[in-house]
């Protein structure tokens, strides 16, 4: 797709691999539209970036349908990529686990992602044509100790990306999955903090540069799945 003048839909687009995402895109001349939970944050990236903020939690599913509407609204009806970045991280040892925990995460990273997907994929129909990229993890490729809760919830969205590929490739709808491993992000920091970016570690960088390769691919063929590794993490 030619990533000019296209509009985009980035959840989670005001730190780490989103808001990298929403600057090349936005540097490729796309409009884009970011969400998040703290408006502050939200807002403040959005004026740094050239973005359009929409405060959107996607774990309150109610509200699912208006917002995603209010999205497409936004960028004058016309959607043409999804990424679906959002995403959360609590890491317990089985014992530790919480029933409030599990629903916190799975909130976020499969219902959020499962519904707002639901509700965009009917302009895509419409259209006969979008983009969606999931954001998985290494972590929906392979457990690893506390992982229990976010690795079976990427788990979830690999499984979902390949149902959605099945249902909608027909429709000329692309769907993809990257997967990071280890970002320096504000990823499971408690004060939301950003990580400085490490010699040896990935950068929201490299998982932007992905997904703006993904979807700068002709519409005629995409990459069901990628992942991303450090080249020496040691
Ligand atoms: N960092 C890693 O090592 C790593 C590795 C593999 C995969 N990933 C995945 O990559 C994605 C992005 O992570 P990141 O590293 O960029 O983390 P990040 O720096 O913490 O950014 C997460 C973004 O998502 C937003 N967000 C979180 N929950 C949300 C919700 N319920 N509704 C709307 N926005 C929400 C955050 O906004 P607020 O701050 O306002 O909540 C923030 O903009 C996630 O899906 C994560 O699982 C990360």
Redesign the pocket.
């Known amino acids: 797709m030619n990533i000019n003048n296209s509009n985009i839909l980035i ?10 995402t929403a600057k090349q895109f936005i540097a490729k001349g796309a409009t884009v539209v ?5 408006e502050a ?2 807002k403040q ?1 959005a004026e740094e970036i050239g973005a359009i903020p929409l405060l ?5 599913a109610a509200s699912i349908p208006s917002m995603t509407a209010k999205a497409i609204e936004l960028l004058d009806g016309k959607l043409d990529t999804l990424v ?6 609590v890491f317990p040892h089985l014992g530790e686990i919480t029933i409030a925990d599990l629903q916190a995460v799975y ?3 499969v219902f ?1 992602l499962a519904l707002l997907t639901q509700e965009v994929v009917k302009t895509f129909k419409e259209q006969s044509y979008g983009n969606i990229i999931n ?5 929906a490729l392979k457990g690893f100790e506390r992982g229990s809760i ?1 690795a079976a919830s ?1 788990f979830a969205v690999r499984g979902m990306t390949q149902c959605w590929q099945a249902e909608l490739r027909k429709h000329n709808i692309r769907v993809s999955l990257v ?11 408690e004060n ?1 903090e ?1 990580r400085q970016e490490e010699e040896n570690k ?1 950068g ?1 960088k490299e ?1 932007a540069d992905t997904i703006v390769n993904l979807v700068e691919m002709r519409d005629k063929g995409f990459v069901p799945e990628v992942t991303v590794w450090a080249t020496n993490p040691f």
């Open positions: 959840t989670g687009g005001s730190s780490g691999i989103g808001k990298e970011i969400t998040g939970r703290n944050k939200l990236v959107f939690d996607v774990s309150d679906n970045n959002a995403g959360i991280g909130n976020t990273n959020g954001i998985g993890s290494t972590a976010y990427k997967n990071p491993s280890e970002v320096a992000s504000a990823f499971a920091n939301r950003e990935l929201p998982i």
